[in-house]
């Protein structure tokens, strides 16, 4: 499997290396050009008018929670069945970037509806289970630090995560099941995107630019991760001499 | 079998049940926060005569009317089969519109009127440049009721 | 002038916009910085005690083959 061959910290941080500057241009072309097309280029929307704007920094923040979460059940089931050593550093290492994400999904979400729909929030199903989200990822991340044994911590973490994910189809799927404030899906849709391509593009390129955003710091953490495993070898030798 | 398998099946059975549970109490929950109902239900169902409900639907063309106080606004919700006067102290969102969804908290009064005490608009998830909508509406060719984003 | 006053304003939703733009660009870069912080710091403390332990067990990751980093 692909997977064991980067068990090897030593062999993942040189591929990390070798990856990372690609991925910070990457992320910073798109980030940019996704920026200026959205400010300056993608028309206002007939309806919302130049409130639409919100939508390119929303709409990716709120893909990204979603994304970055199932990133985390995925390593949680790596870590739990399959025992990959890296899946643990992975997991936590996405976690706070993933809370940042639905963090800013929310706030971002509330500034769009408040002119649109004419509150800061509702507690309908697509709202409240993105809020649910919010709170699992804190969860993670307290249980993470709450244990002194790193290992026993990532254990239950990648527990929760993976109990926590029947969250994330509820979330895609609340604004078909039941009645919502949130209008339903304009991208991903049986059917096709509902968006106007003068608005789709902007909107995809960010996105991309979110996902390489997120790629890029989660190498850099898990390399920052795997030196401080080493920090900590080290000062369990220098006690072992002491 | 491996311990491996059995972690494999422990995880996935634990998953499994979860979801079951969860959907048992979505189901149960679903009606309890804050009752939504449409102007039929209203008609048809008891429990939308309770006190606060969510009424949700349509602004029924030509039946905004803005009160001689400045304040107060009336209004028909439908969702096309059947529809109910509604009325509201206060400001209107931005997108507010008839013919437009609408999404409001209240009770119905005695009179059979729904009294809200806060309405939201609700907006579809059609995305259209504004240049694009003026100039399908110079031509004649915008509709309302059937725009979908993709065709344009 | 105007046409940058307009931009500003966002069609009256001005208000609503750049908080969203400002909180998204502000939690993105301390993001980074807070990621890139740790990094530098534990590099260099790695660098600081490299001659520690010269006669290390081979099961450790052998760190004489890392390339510099990035």
């Known amino acids: 499997m692909i997977l064991d061959y980067f068990a090897n910290p030593a062999r993942f941080l040189r591929l990390a290396n ?225 | 079998m491996t311990r491996k398998r059995r972690r494999l099946y422990m995880v996935g059975g634990g998953m499994l049940i979860l979801a079951t549970a969860t959907a048992l109490i979505l189901t149960a929950f679903s009606d309890n926060i804050v009752l939504f109902c449409s102007p039929t239900d209203i008609q048809n169902k008891a429990t939308c005569a309770k006190a606060d409900i969510r009424l949700g639907g349509l602004v029924e063309e030509e039946s905004l009317d803005r009160g001689a106080d400045g304040v107060t606004v009336s209004f028909r919700v439908t969702d096309l089969s059947n529809s109910i006067p509604v009325t509201y102290k206060g400001i209107l969102p931005d997108l507010f519109r008839e013919g437009q969804g609408v999404v409001t908290e209240g009770t119905v009064n005695a009179e059979g009127v729904f009294v809200a005490r806060e309405v939201l608009a609700k907006h579809d998830e059609n995305y259209i440049p504004k240049e694009v909508s003026d100039a399908l509406k110079a031509s004649g060719n915008w509709h309302e009721e059937t725009k979908d984003a993709k065709d344009y | 002038m105007d046409a940058f006053q307009n931009f500003l304003e966002m069609g009256n939703y001005g208000s609503y916009v750049w908080p969203s733009y400002g909180l998204s660009a502000f939690i993105m870069i301390w993001l980074v910085m807070s990621t890139l912080r740790r990094l530098r710091a534990r590099e260099q403390e790695l660098a600081r005690r490299q001659g520690e332990f010269p006669s290390r067990r081979s099961s450790s990751p052998d760190t004489s083959g890392d390339p510099a980093s990035s």
């Open chain 1, 18 to 242: 070798a990856v990372l500057p690609w991925c910070v241009s990457a992320t910073v072309i798109l980030l940019g050009v996704g920026l200026y097309m959205a400010l300056f280029v993608a028309p206002a929307d007939y309806q919302q008018g130049e409130s639409v704007r919100i939508m390119y920094v929303h709409v990716p923040a709120a893909w990204m929670a979603m994304f970055v979460y199932t990133n985390i059940a995925i390593a949680s089931a790596l870590s739990l069945i399959w025992r990959h050593p890296l899946a643990d550093l992975a997991a936590s290492a996405s976690a706070p970037i993933g809370a940042a994400f639905t963090f800013l999904a929310l706030v971002t979400g509330s500034l769009w509806g408040k002119p649109m729909w004419g509150t800061w929030w509702v507690w309908d199903a697509r709202l409240t289970s993105v809020l649910i989200l919010f709170f699992l990822y804190l969860g993670h991340m307290a249980i993470t630090w709450a244990f002194d044994n790193p290992a026993r911590g990532a254990k239950s973490a990648a527990v929760l995560a993976l109990v926590g994910f029947v969250n994330v189809p509820i979330i895609k799927f609340s604004v078909d099941w039941w009645n919502t404030l949130h209008q339903p899906a304009s991208v991903f849709r049986a059917g096709g995107p509902t968006i106007h391509p003068d608005m789709l593009w902007p909107l995809l390129i960010m996105g991309l630019g979110y996902s390489l955003f997120y790629i890029t710091l989660l190498l850099l953490r898990i390399k920052s991760e795997l030196l401080g495993a080493r920090l900590r070898t080290l000062d369990s030798l220098r006690q072992d001499a002491a």
